[in-house]
């Protein structure tokens, strides 16, 4: 039967920990209308509750956030004492139900103050003894959901003293999508040192060509403010100790989420810039984006990045 874990409750303007992001806000929105009005036609009849799993895409898997709240509508108000909800791997893992017909799950793992999931950890969900309160039910549905690509090794390796590299080679993200794929990223940045060593600010670098554009939505909690700035072009050739002795007050690109929740940049590569400091126009440039957080702060961040590729 389902855990007694007390967990968050996801609503409209205090998300879970960390901000959804507006696509999953609106799909939220829209799909608890259709879930409203099931639940007001609650007439017996024959035909077995169905789901719908609150989540903006599927791709074989339900793609979720380390601190999203995973949320499960009804079609019908259900018999919640028959319903048995089992997780594969079942550590940092809870649910409970918000009412007859709502069921949501979240991570009870706790870092940086904020509940989440167990960090890059795919798992399932098994729903047994579905049924209305008629008594028509179906049987177990099993749902399997993956993470986002977790690229931030300072949170895993405390060793670690480098940058997070968001490709895998020339034309894919580090999860093997097409550079015209969305990519998102996720971290944390923690000031206290729970850790073994401060942790305040991530790199991850992406390589672009001329004339292509980056366009980069951050998302926090709110009250976080993550800086976040954009240097670059870099030649690959000695890029370590370019960025080791590099300035980011210099950076050309600076913005923070100002304690709301979010930041929105977008920029292109420029041919004369690449000419200038590359030696070519088409020369391919790598470029920097750091995100810091002031003393005594800590939380997590999602970072979404999508590369248009124009034509030439």
């Given at each position: ?33 259709i879930?409203?009005?099931s639940?007001e ?19 074989g ?33 809870g ?12 991570g ?13 950890s795919?798992?399932t ?22 993470p ?38 996720e ?25 292509d ?32 002795d ?8 600076t ?7 979010s ?26 984006i ?23």
């Amino acid at each position: 039967m389902l855990s007694s874990q007390s967990g968050p409750v996801p609503s409209a303007s205090n998300p879970h920990g960390f901000g959804i992001g507006a696509a999953l806000l609106s799909g939220l929105a829209v799909l608890s209308m259709i879930g409203c009005n099931s639940r007001e036609s609650t007439s017996s009849d024959n035909t077995p509750p169905d789901h719908i799993i609150n989540l903006p895409k599927s791709q074989g898997k339900y793609r979720f956030g380390v601190t999203d709240t995973l949320v499960v509508d009804f079609s019908e108000k259900i018999d919640t004492s028959a319903l048995a909800v089992a997780f594969s791997p079942v550590e940092g893992i809870g649910a409970r139900f918000k009412d007859q017909a709502r069921l949501v799950i979240f991570g009870t793992a706790s870092s940086s103050g904020t509940a989440h999931f167990p960090v890059n950890s795919p798992f399932t969900a098994t729903l047994s003894g579905l049924k209305d309160p008629a008594g028509n039910g179906r049987t177990a549905i099993v749902e399997s959901f993956q993470p986002y690509a977790w690229t931030d090794r300072d949170f895993q390796d405390a060793s670690f003293t480098g940058y997070d590299s968001l490709f895998a080679t020339d034309s894919t993200w580090i999860d093997g999508s097409s550079f015209s794929d969305s990519l998102v990223t996720e971290g944390r940045l923690d000031f206290s040192s729970n850790f073994g060593k401060e942790d305040r600010q991530d790199y991850k670098i992406v390589k672009m060509i001329p004339p292509d554009t980056l366009r980069v939505l951050l998302t926090c909690s709110k009250g976080l403010n993550i800086k976040i700035q954009m240097a670059g072009p870099f030649s690959p050739v000695g890029l370590d100790a370019v960025l080791k002795d590099y300035v980011f007050s210099q950076a050309f690109l600076t913005d923070s989420t100002k304690a709301k929740g979010s930041a929105s940049l977008g920029f292109n590569a420029d041919y004369s810039k690449h000419d200038d400091l590359l030696g070519s126009p088409a020369a391919p440039g790598i470029y920097v984006i750091r995100l810091s957080i002031p003393a005594d702060t800590e939380g997590f961040y999602r970072l979404g990045l999508r590369l248009v590729k124009r034509k030439k």
